[in-house]
């Protein structure tokens, strides 16, 4: 268990798009920010990425075992559930919440029959039936061209990492086929996670950058924030991210924390109606704006940097028993696990030009580095940047306790100048890419893969 005095490794991972401290701060919160503007847009947003290669040794180290650590072991055979098809929906199947001994589909159809989530360990049954929840979503409700209904089902009493094949019913018809899923586990498997924030104006940078991460298998995706540019609405939604990444969807559960983009647009309402989050805040009004998961021997938080009230409560107000900080405590004084990976979407520690959060460093990273953690991811600024470790606003070393902080904000949005700074260790503002991180034992490998797939920096984190 963590705790002021013992050190285990933390990650944290930061999305690009929190309200700044920085000159700024008065353009976030206006919304004149102008990130959905600065990339090389494509009008061909709804490319579908079916053409793309599903090749690769899926690690994030490049050794081509699929494994992290070089001797291939570790990462189970996939399972054989068919060809997948989901023709005719209008959203996709996507993976949300998915632990040890449940998962939950979502998708939407323009039909709005009676929908049935099926669940097996082969595909060739014995199968499981679950209800699916439906709502219907009207035109003057998304600003979409067509009424449609969404549903999410829940399978539950599934067994710790085991993969399960599903497929989607409709009025007693198949609409969704040869999918397939893993539960999160429990042991110490290695756990393979891709990040990236900052991607969504639908541009051919993202679109090149989606190509190069289907070609790699992972177990997590966490999207660091600002994934529908300009404004959050439900078109962008669908046309910036659930047409892009769809076959990355229906397979890898996505873990997303909202971005200054994605609050525009009441408040990040129709990311809280898209998404299905664990609930677990200390005040039922912040539900699905912060929440933590475990897979492995990785503890995973998502924080809200967004919310003012929060925010200020975080740096002005430590007493109130229903702000974020105080539910971060409770959760970080429970966690058990060697390693915590927590990732909201504005950077305590960025070279770029709108300077680093100092709400989120003065707020934030003292309670971060108190539990002993040891990356923190960001979004936000649209380049990628790696630092040295910091503790106390200052260098320092792993065995003092030091954290590793990264800017992952170069997903597909035009880039911008970053120049380094006294705490960089390693910074790029000229390629589109992703972070590929394994985290394995008591090393983090990890890499940077650009969307012509060259490795733009590689990396290992020890923790033991």
């Given at each position: 268990m963590?705790?002021?005095?013992?050190?285990?490794?933390?990650?944290?991972?930061?999305?690009?798009?929190?309200?700044?401290?920085?000159?700024?701060a008065?353009?976030?919160?206006?919304?004149?920010?102008?990130?959905?503007?600065?990339?090389?847009?494509?009008?061909?947003?709804?490319?579908?990425?079916?053409?793309?290669?599903t090749?690769g040794?899926?690690?994030?180290?490049g050794?081509g075992?699929?494994?992290?650590d070089?001797?291939?072991?570790?990462?189970?055979?996939?399972?054989?559930?068919?060809?997948?098809?989901y023709?005719g929906?209008?959203?996709?199947?996507?993976l949300?919440?998915?632990?040890?001994?449940?998962?939950?589909?979502?998708?939407?159809s323009?039909?709005g029959?009676?929908?049935?989530?099926?669940v097996?360990?082969?595909k060739?049954?014995?199968?499981?039936?679950?209800?699916?929840t439906?709502?219907?979503?009207?035109?003057?409700?998304?600003?979409?061209?067509?009424?449609y209904?969404?549903?999410?089902?829940?399978?539950?009493?599934?067994?710790?990492?085991?993969?399960?094949?599903?497929e989607?019913?409709?009025?007693?018809?198949?609409?969704?086929?040869?999918?397939?899923?893993?539960?999160?586990?429990?042991?110490?498997?290695?756990?393979?996670?891709?990040?990236?924030?900052?991607?969504?104006?639908?541009?051919?940078?993202?679109?090149?950058?989606?190509d190069?991460?289907?070609?790699?298998?992972?177990?997590?995706?966490?999207?660091?924030g600002?994934?529908?540019?300009?404004?959050?609405?439900f078109?962008?939604?669908?046309?910036?991210?659930?047409?892009?990444?769809?076959?990355?969807?229906?397979?890898?559960p996505?873990?997303?924390?909202?971005?200054?983009?994605?609050?525009?647009?009441?408040?990040?309402?129709?990311?809280?109606?898209?998404?299905?989050?664990?609930?677990?805040?200390?005040?039922p009004?912040?539900?699905e704006?912060?929440?933590s998961?475990?897979?492995?021997?990785?503890?995973?938080?998502?924080?809200?940097?967004?919310?003012?009230?929060?925010?200020?409560?975080?740096?002005?107000?430590?007493?109130?028993?229903?702000?974020?900080?105080?539910?971060?405590?409770?959760?970080?004084?429970?966690?058990?696990?060697?390693?915590?990976?927590?990732?909201?979407?504005?950077?305590?520690?960025t070279?770029?030009?709108?300077?680093?959060?100092?709400?989120?460093?003065?707020?934030?990273?003292?309670?971060?580095?108190?539990?002993?953690?040891?990356?923190?991811?960001?979004?936000?600024?649209?380049h990628?940047?790696?630092?040295?470790?910091?503790?106390?606003?200052?260098?320092?070393?792993?065995e003092?306790?030091?954290?590793?902080y990264?800017?992952?904000?170069?997903?597909?949005?035009?880039?911008?100048?970053?120049?380094?700074?006294?705490w960089?260790?390693?910074?790029?503002?000229?390629?589109?890419?992703?972070?590929s991180?394994?985290?394995e034992?008591?090393?983090?490998?990890?890499?940077?893969?650009?969307l012509?797939g060259?490795?733009?920096?590689s990396?290992?984190?020890?923790?033991?």
């Amino acid at each position: 268990m963590h705790s002021a005095s013992s050190y285990s490794m933390v990650v944290v991972i930061c999305a690009a798009t929190l309200i700044s401290c920085s000159d700024n701060a008065a353009d976030e919160a206006s919304g004149s920010d102008s990130d959905s503007g600065s990339g090389s847009s494509s009008t061909d947003s709804t490319t579908s990425p079916s053409d793309t290669s599903t090749t690769g040794d899926g690690d994030g180290d490049g050794d081509g075992d699929g494994d992290g650590d070089g001797d291939g072991d570790g990462i189970p055979e996939r399972i054989d559930c068919g060809t997948p098809s989901y023709a005719g929906l209008r959203r996709a199947p996507y993976l949300q919440s998915v632990a040890p001994s449940s998962t939950r589909v979502a998708w939407a159809s323009e039909t709005g029959g009676v929908a049935t989530l099926h669940v097996a360990e082969s595909k060739d049954g014995p199968w499981m039936e679950f209800a699916a929840t439906p709502r219907v979503f009207e035109v003057d409700y998304t600003g979409e061209e067509v009424d449609y209904t969404a549903y999410d089902a829940t399978a539950d009493g599934l067994q710790p990492g085991t993969q399960y094949c599903y497929e989607i019913h409709e009025d007693g018809d198949p609409v969704a086929t040869g999918l397939w899923f893993e539960t999160a586990w429990t042991d110490d498997r290695a756990v393979r996670i891709v990040a990236l924030g900052d991607s969504g104006n639908a541009s051919a940078e993202q679109l090149a950058v989606r190509d190069r991460m289907l070609e790699r298998d992972f177990d997590v995706f966490l999207h660091l924030g600002d994934m529908a540019y300009g404004d959050g609405t439900f078109p962008e939604f669908k046309e910036r991210v659930f047409d892009v990444y769809t076959e990355l969807l229906h397979k890898t559960p996505t873990w997303p924390t909202m971005g200054n983009h994605e609050y525009k647009t009441d408040n990040g309402q129709p990311y809280l109606d898209l998404y299905y989050m664990p609930e677990v805040t200390l005040d039922p009004a912040h539900a699905e704006r912060y929440y933590s998961f475990d897979y492995g021997e990785v503890h995973f938080i998502s924080l809200e940097t967004n919310d003012l009230p929060l925010i200020t409560a975080v740096a002005l107000d430590q007493t109130s028993d229903i702000t974020m900080l105080d539910w971060l405590r409770e959760d970080l004084a429970q966690n058990d696990k060697p390693w915590t990976v927590a990732f909201f979407h504005h950077p305590p520690y960025t070279s770029s030009e709108r300077d680093p959060n100092f709400l989120v460093r003065d707020g934030l990273v003292p309670i971060l580095e108190e539990w002993g953690v040891d990356i923190v991811l960001a979004g936000h600024d649209h380049h990628y940047e790696r630092t040295v470790p910091l503790e106390g606003n200052g260098p320092s070393t792993k065995e003092e306790g030091g954290i590793y902080y990264f800017v992952v904000g170069n997903g597909g949005a035009g880039l911008r100048p970053a120049d380094g700074d006294w705490w960089t260790a390693e910074v790029n503002d000229e390629q589109h890419g992703y972070l590929s991180l394994r985290i394995e034992g008591c090393t983090a490998y990890g890499e940077v893969v650009t969307l012509d797939g060259e490795i733009l920096d590689s990396f290992e984190l020890p923790d033991c």
